[in-house]
C-alpha cells in the first residue's frame, strides 16, 4: 500500500504542481498532465507546453492510477481560516468587479467616440452624394447652377493673338439671352419627358430594307471633288444645303432633284453647313476663319464672322434658332447672334490643349459638346463657359458627334475607327462600336427619335439602339461619307460623301 501511493504521489502535473485527478502522458516530451488543463491548452496551441511540439488530444496516453482524495488545505482546517479564506476571495472579486466596471467605461467610451465617427463620416457622404447628384442632375436636366467655376485666364493663340474669355455683360450674353436660353432649355425638357414612340417610326425590318432612291454628283466641282457636309432644317422637308471643298455651298431640292441656288465667297474649302428651320437663312464655315450667314433662297450674303484666328471647323444650330456655335482650330468656341451676325461670347479653357474639331448642341441647348484634335470630347456649360466634363478614351481626332433626342447619351467618332457611346447621366463610356484599321469614320448621327444610329465611314453603317445590333450596311460610296440626316421617322436617310454625292436611302 506504502508503494502505491508513494508511486501516485510522484505523478505531478506539469502544468499546475499538483496531483492529478486523471492523469495523461504526453508522448511528445514525456511530462504528465492533468487531463481536462491539457486539454484546455490544446484548443487554444495544438502544441506541447513543455517543449512546443506539435501535440493533439487523441495523442495523449491515459495514465491507470488509483483515485486520489486530496488532504485539505491546512488553511482550511480551521473555522477562522475558512473566513479568511472567503474574506480573500471576497476582496478578490470585488478588485475584478471594480476593473470590470472600469473596461466597460472604456469601452462605452470607444463606442460613443466610434458612433460619432461614423455619424460624422455618413453626413459628409450623405454631402457629397447630393453633390455628385447635383453636378449630374446639371448634366442631365441641364441646371447651369452646377457648373464649375471657370479655372483660367484667355489662352494665347499663335503667340500674337489673346482672346479673351467671353463675360456674360461684356461679350453680349445679357441676362435677356440666358434667361430664354434656360427658358427653352425647361420647355423642351418638359416636352421631351412626355415624348412617346412615333406610331410612324421605321422598324429594324424596313430599316434592314433601305435603299438607294437617288444620287446626285453634280453639284460641286469635279476639279475639286467632296462634298463636307450637309444639312436638312427641317427633316420633313425636301431642303438640303451642301458644302463642298470647292468653296461653295448649295441648296437643293430633293424632291425636284435640282439646284435652288449657289452660295458663292469663302476663299478655302467649307468645312461645316447648317440650314435654318425656316429653310432660307444658312451658315457656312469655313478653312478661311470666317463663317458666313446667308440667304439661302436668293443666294446672297448676309453678315461674316471674323470671330476666329484659324481655320473654322465645327457649327451647330441652338434649339431656339436664334444663335449658334462655332469651333476652331485656334482651341476657341464662338456663340454668336444669326439675326445680328454678331459674336456674344468666344471662349475656351485650360483644359483645352488642341484644336477643337466639331462641336453639337444639347438637344435642350444649356450645354454642348466638342471634340478636339487630341481626342478628347469636352462638355460646356453656355452660361457659365466653362468645361462641365471631359471624356476620353479616344486615340484619334474626333471627327463628329451627335445627341441623343432623349438627351441622356452621346456619340462620338473618331479616326480611331471607333464610336464610343457615353451615358450623360453616369457621365461613363457604355458603349463602342469599333471597326476595321482604315475605316474613315467621318460622321455620326442619331435618328430624331434615338432608336438608331448611322455611322459614315467607307460605308454607312446603321445600327438599333436597343442591344446595338448592325441593321443595315450602305456601301455604294467611292469616297468617305462626310454627312449623315435621317428623315421623318427614320424613313428615309440622306448622305452626302467626299466622291461628290449626294444620296437618298428609302423604303
Known amino acids: 500500500l506504502c508503494d502505491t501511493y508513494a508511486t501516485t504521489m510522484a505523478l505531478v502535473c506539469a502544468i ?213 457636309a450637309i444639312s436638312m432644317g427641317d427633316i420633313n422637308g425636301n431642303l438640303v444645303l451642301t458644302g463642298g471643298v470647292d468653296k461653295k455651298a448649295h441648296l437643293y431640292d430633293l424632291a425636284a432633284e435640282k439646284q435652288v441656288s449657289a452660295l458663292s465667297g469663302h476663299r478655302k474649302k467649307i468645312s461645316d453647313v447648317l440650314l435654318h428651320s425656316n429653310c432660307t437663312t444658312a451658315i457656312t464655315a469655313s478653312y478661311d476663319k470666317t463663317v458666313c450667314i446667308w440667304n439661302a433662297q436668293e443666294g446672297t450674303k448676309l453678315n461674316t464672322l471674323k470671330t476666329h484666328s484659324a481655320e473654322v471647323t465645327g457649327l451647330s444650330m441652338h434649339p431656339t434658332g436664334d444663335y449658334f456655335i462655332s469651333s476652331s482650330d485656334d482651341r476657341h468656341w464662338g456663340f454668336a447672334d444669326i439675326e445680328s451676325g454678331t459674336t456674344l461670347a468666344y471662349c475656351t479653357d485650360a483644359a483645352v490643349k488642341s484644336q477643337l474639331s466639331c462641336c453639337q448642341f444639347h438637344p435642350d441647348g444649356l450645354i454642348f459638346g466638342t471634340g478636339t484634335q487630341d481626342s478628347v470630347v469636352h462638355i460646356w456649360n453656355v452660361k457659365e463657359q466653362s468645361i462641365l466634363q471631359s471624356f476620353e478614351g479616344h486615340e484619334g481626332k474626333i471627327t463628329s458627334m451627335s445627341f441623343s433626342e432623349n438627351g441622356y447619351y452621346l456619340a462620338t467618332a473618331s479616326e480611331d475607327a471607333t464610336v464610343r457611346l457615353w451615358d450623360l447621366r453616369k457621365l461613363s463610356n457604355f458603349h463602342t462600336l469599333k471597326f476595321d484599321t482604315g475605316f474613315d469614320v467621318q460622321s455620326v448621327a442619331f435618328d430624331h427619335s434615338g432608336a438608331y444610329l448611322a455611322v459614315g465611314g467607307n460605308t454607312v453603317e446603321v445600327y438599333n439602339t436597343k442591344g446595338w445590333d448592325k441593321l443595315k450596311t450602305l456601301d455604294d460610296f467611292s469616297g468617305a461619307v462626310t454627312g449623315l440626316q435621317f428623315g421623318n421617322d427614320a424613313k428615309r436617310l440622306v448622305t452626302s460623301s467626299m466622291d461628290r454625292s449626294l444620296k437618298v436611302f428609302g423604303l
Open 16 to 228: 499546475s504542481g499538483e496531483v492529478p485527478e486523471e492523469a495523461v502522458i504526453s508522448p511528445v516530451s514525456g511530462s504528465i498532465f492533468e487531463r481536462r488543463l491539457i486539454e484546455k491548452h490544446l484548443i487554444d496551441n495544438d502544441s506541447d507546453p513543455i517543449n512546443g511540439e506539435s501535440l493533439t488530444k487523441d495523442q495523449l496516453i491515459a495514465v491507470n492510477t488509483d483515485k486520489v482524495v486530496r488532504p485539505r488545505a491546512p488553511t482550511a482546517t480551521s473555522i477562522p481560516a475558512l473566513i479568511k479564506t472567503f474574506q480573500d476571495e471576497w476582496d478578490s472579486l470585488m478588485l475584478e468587479q471594480f476593473k470590470m466596471r472600469e473596461h466597460v467605461q472604456k469601452v462605452r467610451q470607444e463606442l460613443s467616440h466610434a458612433l460619432y465617427q461614423h455619424d460624422a463620416a455618413c453626413r459628409v457622404i450623405a454631402r457629397l452624394t447630393r453633390e455628385r447628384d447635383q453636378a449630374r442632375q446639371a448634366l442631365t436636366t441641364l441646371q447651369p447652377s452646377a457648373a464649375p467655376e471657370t479655372t483660367s485666364d484667355a489662352m494665347e493663340v499663335d503667340g500674337a493673338n489673346t482672346a479673351e474669355t467671353a463675360q456674360t455683360e461684356d461679350d453680349g450674353m445679357t441676362a435677356d439671352i440666358i434667361a430664354k436660353l434656360a427658358k427653352t432649355s425647361k420647355a423642351l425638357s418638359k416636352n421631351r419627358k412626355k415624348r412617346v414612340k412615333p406610331d410612324g417610326l421605321a422598324t429594324p425590318e424596313q430599316i434592314g430594307a433601305l435603299a438607294e432612291k437617288s444620287s446626285e454628283k453634280g453639284l460641286h466641282s469635279a476639279s475639286s471633288p467632296g462634298i463636307t
